[in-house]
């Protein structure tokens, strides 16, 4: 069973954290390696949030995507833990998130990268479930990645009924951590060694001695069994980790706007509660296919039609990589940050 009525579920990139160099060394890794024409800063930061192999696709890639994606993942896997920071106020923002809800993530990254990835930056303990590229069939903007997340979470019934997207053939029953079991150290590494990297040109020799020694931080740890606990056991330790030093390196081109877009209206999120109609935009008279207490928090469109198709609430952030007009447009509300974001559903969970 949920331990609390709501319940929050948090993209990654641009929304969390800010992984903006790694993802684009990344990138012109593949490029150059496989003797491919290399796309510009801009226009990869424009896809972020696509699984990778779309996002190679719409760079111009038209044969070998696969050589391409595991090209990445190996160089990824060198360089993630250096060179990915939580978002300002984010650990904060996680921390005061799980005093009132239950917590997941949902995101098109590789699940295996992303365990270990928060596990190192101290947020690992505060999320019931993570789910990624490799859990799900159909990644955002398909209902499916958010319905696997509440099914893990052992919330179930009405969200999922009211999508077409299902999850099909499938009971629903409680499994709080049944996508969150343990992660060896050397579960990425294992991943990106698979037979299909034979097809590829010579890769550099020594990534696996580089991998584990950027793992090597890990092991104090604990973490040769990454796993994420329940809310109820993150509660009693949610202070024990200390603030990592959180910076901001993501932007948006254009204007940063705060407050939610609504029905074309602008609520800013510190002054929601004063507002006449608030307790309209949480009744059922204006919502009434959604389900008032889910909410995804997100940076870039992809979240938010994920979030239309599952039936629940969408929050953008404009700390990420989506244009302020698209989050105006496609989110219920749209925020500064994750921060923001969360005081702006704990005042709206009050009202439940």
Do not use: W
Not at 43 to 67: C, S, Y
Not at 202 to 212: I, Q, W
Not at 302 to 309: E, F, R, T, V
Not at 331 to 350: G, M, N, P, Q, T
């Amino acid at each position: 069973m949920p331990n609390f009525q709501t319940t929050l579920l948090f993209d990654l990139d641009g929304t969390l954290i800010d992984s903006t160099p790694a993802i684009l060394d990344g990138f012109h890794y593949a490029f150059a390696h496989l003797g491919a024409a290399e796309p510009s800063d801009e226009a990869i930061k424009r896809l972020i949030g696509h699984p990778l192999e779309v996002m190679f696709e719409r760079l111009g890639v038209t044969r070998d995507v696969q050589n391409f994606v595991l090209a990445y993942k190996q160089r990824y896997a060198q360089t993630f833990l250096d060179q990915t920071v939580l978002l300002s106020g984010a650990f904060e923002a996680v921390r005061a998130a799980s005093e009132f809800a239950n917590l997941g993530v949902v995101t098109t990254k590789t699940s295996k990268f992303s365990k270990i990835l928060l596990q190192h930056l101290g947020v690992a303990k505060f999320f019931g479930t993570i789910v990624g590229r490799e859990d799900v069939q159909d990644p955002k903007p398909s209902a499916e990645p958010i319905l696997k997340a509440l099914e893990n979470l052992g919330i179930c019934g009405a969200t999922a009924s009211k999508s077409s997207n299902t999850i099909s053939s499938k009971a629903c029953y409680a499994t709080a951590n049944k996508n969150t079991s343990a992660a060896s150290r050397s579960a990425i590494l294992n991943e990106i060694s698979a037979p299909d990297l034979k097809s590829l040109p010579a890769l550099d020799p020594d990534s696996g001695k580089v991998f584990e020694q950027n793992l090597s931080s890990i092991a104090s740890q604990n973490s040769d069994t990454i796993s994420f606990k329940n809310l109820s056991e993150a509660k009693s330790d949610r202070y024990e980790a200390g603030d990592k030093g959180q910076k901001s390196g993501v932007s948006i081109e254009g204007e940063s706007d705060k407050g939610g877009a609504r029905g074309g209206k602008i609520y800013d999120a510190h002054e929601l509660n004063s507002t006449p109609c608030y307790d309209k935009i949480c009744s059922d008279e204006i919502l009434p296919s959604v389900s008032q207490n889910i909410f995804m928090i997100g940076d870039t469109l992809l979240d938010a039609i994920a979030a239309k198709s599952a039936a629940v609430r969408s929050v953008g952030v404009s700390c990420g990589y989506g244009s302020a007009s698209e989050l105006r447009a496609h989110f219920e509300f749209v925020c500064a940050d994750a921060k923001e974001a969360v005081e702006l559903i704990r005042e709206i969970s009050s009202k439940f």
